[in-house]
T-cell receptor, first 110, second 113 residues
């Protein structure tokens, strides 16, 4: 079955340090991959997507993600994390079922 | 504000009852997705409608049903409710299907007592 996996339940970083949230995919054909963020008691917000083209995708709030076909990964990155980046992050793919990984809780400490 | 409206925001009901959750997509969006989010199950895809037709179905229980109307709003019907159905239910809408960005509503928090 097609899926995305987020191997880390939690990521903790200090403010100003680089942030990486990992995602691997098992999707046949050309994967349509997305990253979303969820703040407490809110709906999900779109960060970025990869459909085709450049492997490095730039998104909202300074986030970017690199599509790596050989490693079947789509990791989310931010060069310098902010306390306000603390939230729940979801990787997703869309094969008409927009399906999400289990989520990674990011905590950025001041 | 994503432009996706879900009503009601909160719903408390008893076991065995039936409820209807409503989703109004963003203007111009043809796709509507429904999700159930609970602490132990994460974000579970339920169903996807595109321009009134069912496009994909997830592990949606037989007690649950949905439809998308000609004006593109959608309703999720939950019947014979059980305690385990307590969760946050989200809908999302997008212009197209696979490659389009989905915008999420604020969710309906359902509590079954």
């Amino acid at each position: 079955a097609q899926s995305v996996a987020q191997p880390e339940d939690q990521v903790n970083v200090a403010e100003g340090n680089p942030l990486t949230v990992k995602c691997t995919y098992s999707v046949s054909g050309n994967p349509y991959l997305f990253w979303y963020v969820q703040y407490p008691n809110r709906g999900l917000q779109f960060l970025l997507k990869y459909i085709t083209g450049d492997n490095l995708v730039k998104g909202s709030y300074g986030f970017e993600a690199e599509f790596n076909k050989s490693q079947t990964s789509f990791h989310l990155k931010k060069p310098s994390a902010l306390v306000s980046d603390s939230a729940l992050y979801f990787c997703a793919f869309n094969d008409y079922k927009l399906s999400f990984g289990a989520g990674t809780t990011v905590t950025v400490r001041a | 504000d994503s432009g996706v409206t879900q009503t009601p925001k909160h719903l408390i009901t008893a076991t065995g009852q039936r409820v209807t959750l409503r989703c109004s997509p963003r203007s111009g969006d043809l796709s509507v997705y429904w999700y159930q989010q609970s602490l132990d199950q994460g974000l579970q895809f339920l169903i996807h409608y595109y321009n009134g037709e069912e496009r994909a179905k997830g592990n949606i229980l037989e007690r649950f049903s949905a439809q998308q109307f000609p004006d593109l709003h959608s309703e999720l019907n939950l019947s014979s409710l059980e305690l385990g159905d307590s969760a946050l239910y989200f809908c999302a809408s997008s212009v197209g299907d696979r490659g389009s960005v989905a915008f999420f509503g604020q969710g309906t928090r359902l509590t079954v007592v």
